[in-house]
């Protein structure tokens, strides 16, 4: 009768956690984004207008097996939903619901508000297992909720907002003394992990993984001998995201990794104390090069305040071992320690390389491998790979927090105080996210000249080609919008990983089709004139057609 009454109260801070992830991100976004018939809210806002974009063409488009492409953004080639950034798991969820939507339709709004949901129950399931006191789980909470990482990213990174998917992770890792005997329960867990990644972000791979790792690895370290039914996880986490990657075209899209950046966008070692913009009391630090804001890991005050009470535990902790000399750590914590230390370590290193910095210095460089750099070139925005481990801390310091002070009402008050500073601190940003996605906005395309809405009304157009070597991805993307309003395909497209489309390009120009409607950049029209095309300035743009407009 105690356990169930345990596991209801267990239970109830749950659902608990997981409305106040709901409130914060009402709070903070506003309803107008969950109104899944409002659209212009994402038009015009660069990344975010990528996946909503990409989502539009993918529902267009014909099913194809694997179930992922569209030939309507590199046109005539297959791209996969998975290099629009456009959270694939519910963009073919929803396409399979298309006949019944509305002609304008985005899930974004609500899959922000379901990530901020369960970013508060992962963050309570973890607090709960590590014995964290009931009162402090649900304030606790709210510091993962509105982690500085979760709001820099979402609706922006759109996909990469679900950081729940990590604390999954996480939490998998810190039940791991009591689940991992029970293999069949681990490797269905696990497989979920990897199918998640593959239906929502690539990137949450390498995050994940060390995870991943750590629970094989320790698996192995207590039970003193290698068993293959324990590394049984790992074979169910590739198998499933292998799988999920196939079928949504991930492998049938020719898509370039490219080393352009790696090192670029990397952690700098400064990056848990820079806060960029989010803190009322913190200035923004120095950086080795621009591109490092993808290693945004600022931690905030609150948490910077409970790190001071986490060393004052630790140290307590230290002197009495000494004075006793009773102290004596048991097998499970040097494991798990251990683990604990490779894991954060290992991400850190991979976060900050291949061109380790601190502050405007380079430290040093972690290798010059042409092959290595190849296939690391994969994650090239190293940087966020580091976000793990903004979270292992916080998980520290609240648990420190908790161990520290006998009266567990103390331990509340402090970190309710703490968690108020942390929210005092980064209030400026979530005021400034407020602004910026609770007003309501009417998108208004740069597309002026006369010569679009003439080309609409002539109709018989199938495809844009877009000619001009450089893609520019804020032009191309309104172009691609009135693509999409008008029924046309694109040949090419803002993809998270670049596909050549040059050969597909030249054919089409040698051969012109009264179908296409060729566009050039108006900066590149040298020697347009050999094409034989009628030509129309439009905008910043030059209009190329096969038959003359009227």
């Known amino acids: 009768m105690k356990s169930d009454k345990i596991n209801i109260k267990t239970k109830t801070i749950y659902i608990a956690a997981m409305l106040l992830g709901a409130l914060c991100f009402i709070t903070v976004y506003g309803i107008r984004v969950l109104n899944p ?4 809210w994402l038009l015009n806002r660069g990344d975010l207008t990528q996946h909503y974009l990409g989502w539009c063409f993918f529902r267009e488009s014909d099913w194809t097996f694997p179930i992922g492409l569209t030939n309507r953004l590199a046109y005539p080639d297959y791209s996969s939903v998975i290099y629009t950034d456009s959270i694939p798991l519910f963009a073919v969820f929803f396409k399979l619901l298309s006949p019944i939507l509305p002609e304008s339709f985005q899930y974004f709004g609500w899959w922000g508000f379901l990530c901020f949901m369960l970013q508060g129950l992962f963050a309570a399931k973890i607090l709960n297992a590590l014995h964290v006191g009931k009162g402090q789980i649900l304030i606790g909470s709210l510091i993962f909720i509105l982690s500085p990482v979760v709001i820099e990213k979402m609706f922006r990174h759109t996909a990469l907002g679900g950081h729940w998917i990590i604390l999954f992770a996480i939490y998998l890792f810190v039940r791991h003394s009591s689940i991992y005997t029970d293999v069949k329960k681990t490797t269905f867990y696990w497989g979920l992990v990897g199918a998640y990644i593959g239906s929502v972000h690539m990137y949450l791979l390498p995050m994940c993984g060390a995870f991943l790792c750590g629970f094989v690895l320790c698996s192995w370290l207590k039970e003193k001998r290698f068993l293959l039914k324990y590394a049984l996880p790992g074979v169910s986490f590739v198998g499933c995201l292998f799988v999920t990657t196939y079928l949504l075209g991930g492998f049938s899209t020719r898509a370039e990794a490219g080393s352009d950046g790696l090192g670029v966008f990397s952690f700098n070692l400064n990056g848990f104390f820079n806060a960029k913009g989010y803190s009322k009391f913190l200035p923004s630090l120095t950086t080795y090069c621009d591109g490092q804001y993808e290693g945004f890991a600022y931690l905030g005050l609150g948490v910077f305040l409970l790190l001071v009470i986490a060393l004052v535990y630790i140290v307590s902790c230290v002197y009495r071992a000494v004075c006793t000399k009773k102290w004596k750590p048991d097998r499970d ?3 798990y320690g251990m683990t604990y230390v490779l894991m954060s370590a290992g991400l850190i290193l991979f976060a900050a390389s291949p061109e380790v910095t601190l502050g405007d210095r380079l430290l040093f460089v972690l290798t ?3 092959t290595l750099t190849h296939y690391w070139s994969m994650f090239r925005s190293s940087g966020r790979i580091v976000w793990p481990v903004c979270y292992l801390i916080t998980i520290g310091v609240i648990v420190c927090n908790d161990r520290l002070f ?5 331990a509340v008050i402090v970190l309710t105080l703490c968690t108020f500073l942390q929210l005092f601190d980064i209030s400026g940003k979530l005021r400034g996210q407020r602004n910026t996605f609770a007003k309501e906005v009417t998108y208004e395309s740069p597309l002026k000249g006369d010569i679009w809405t003439q080309l609409s009304k002539k109709g018989g157009f199938e495809h844009i080609v ?3 070597h450089n893609v520019d991805n804020n032009g191309i993307m309104h172009i691609a919008k009135y693509a999409y ?6 040949n090419n497209y803002y993809f998270a990983r670049g596909i050549n489309v040059n ?6 120009l040698e051969n012109p089709d009264k179908s296409c409607i060729y566009l ?7 020697g347009i004139e050999a094409y034989g095309l009628y030509l129309y300035e439009a905008d910043e743009y030059v209009v190329g057609t096969v038959e003359e407009i009227d």
Do not use: A
């Not at 309003?485 to 694109?490: F, I």
């Open 37 to 40: 018939c409002y659209v212009d």
């Open 333 to 335: 914590f040097v494991i």
């Open 368 to 370: 010059d491998s042409s």
């Open 406 to 410: 006998s009266k567990k009402h103390v």
């Open 466 to 468: 877009w000619v001009s």
């Open 485 to 490: 309003d008008n029924g046309l395909t694109m």
């Open 503 to 508: 050969e597909n390009t030249k054919r089409s």
């Open 520 to 526: 050039f950049r108006g900066d590149e029209t040298e």
